[in-house]
């Protein structure tokens, strides 16, 4: 749950409030060690950013969007709309308003002190539902990186509330593991199934006895027990023809290889191009942060 939590928060707001950080410890110290050392670290932290954000977009640019009624099993692109049914739908539990998917933090501000400070904290962690004409998926967003939702800030009191919604009806993009569950894909087991068919019909040896005694003498010998096998598995085979004929779940959840696993209300064209964007701001950074050092040592 942690790491959701701290992938929730986009990385470029952290490395750019850490940029301020380290540019007031700069101003307020009078020692050239500390104003060299404070410009090596927004190197560090730019250089790192560029490339997140980089890879980002490239990865979002690589991968062409899928239907959900064709998409391979793997890591996949899809853009669907969030279903409005009642049974997709949960409420924030700061307005109450209902959505698929919340983030929430609640702030207080006490007389003596000057900034907010956090109290409580929550993250939704209920599957939801996105279609897009060719069939439908459930979407897990535990672990995601969620961007753009609608973000609303309100005061009570004392207190700071910041909820950000993903709301029914709206438009979803997706990039993450996607699978499907049951169907055609269901992992059987031809033996596990047939001994545990075995197992059943031995708790009743008066109607196993009753099907394939067939000389009537009250035991299942050798040949009569080969029929009781033959039996099973046909019953086993039937039984699984119809488990993959039904249809199965279609689910995309956090990639087990790490990967990201974003989830947005922007298209993948915007997400590309705000990626890149932050790619481009970070990269002036750091050109401006070594041309600063260099100036420094000449």
């Known amino acids: 749950m942690l790491n959701g939590l701290l992938r929730g928060f986009y990385t470029d707001a952290i490395t750019s409030s850490s940029y301020l950080g380290v540019l007031i410890l700069a101003l307020y ?30 990865t ?6 899928s239907r959900i009624g064709s998409a391979a099993q793997g890591y996949v692109e ?27 933090k609640v702030y207080s501000k006490e007389n003596s002190d000057r900034e907010w400070r956090e109290v409580s904290s929550g993250t939704s962690e209920s599957t939801f539902e ?19 939702p609608d973000r609303q800030v309100s005061y009570q009191g ?27 894909n269901s992992e059987l ?27 009537g003498d009250g035991e299942i010998d050798m040949q009569e027990w080969e029929l009781v ?22 689910i995309i959840r956090a990639p087990r290889d790490s990967r990201m696993f974003l989830i947005s209300s922007l298209s993948s ?6 990626y890149m964007l932050w790619s481009y701001f970070h990269l002036a950074i750091f050109i401006l942060a070594i041309s600063a050092i260099l100036f420094w040592h000449k």
């Not at 979002?60 to 969007?65: K, R």
């Not at 064209?269 to 705000?274: G, S």
């Open 29 to 58: 110290s009078h020692h050239k060690h500390i104003g060299q050392i404070s410009l090596i670290l927004i190197a560090a932290i730019s250089l790192f950013a560029w490339i997140s954000a980089y890879k980002r977009s490239r």
């Open 60 to 65: 979002i640019a690589d991968i062409a969007t």
């Open 78 to 104: 899809l853009y669907g709309r969030a279903s409005v049914d009642a049974d997709n739908l949960i409420k924030s539990p700061l307005s109450g308003i209902s959505c698929i998917w919340f983030r929430y």
């Open 130 to 148: 996105i279609q897009d004409g060719t069939g439908k998926c459930q979407v897990d967003p535990d672990n995601a990186e969620v961007m753009s």
């Open 158 to 184: 004392g207190y700071k509330h910041v909820e950000e919604i993903l709301y029914a009806g709206g438009s979803i993009y997706v990039l993450g593991e996607y699978s499907t569950i049951g169907g055609a």
């Open 189 to 215: 087991s031809m033996n596990d199934d047939v001994s545990a068919l075995l197992t059943e019909w031995k708790k009743d040896p008066i109607q196993l006895k009753k099907r394939f005694d067939l000389n």
């Open 229 to 250: 096998r033959h039996a099973a598995i046909r019953e086993v085979e039937k039984q699984h023809q119809e488990i993959r004929a039904e249809m199965g779940v279609n």
């Open 269 to 274: 064209q915007k997400l590309r191009q705000r």
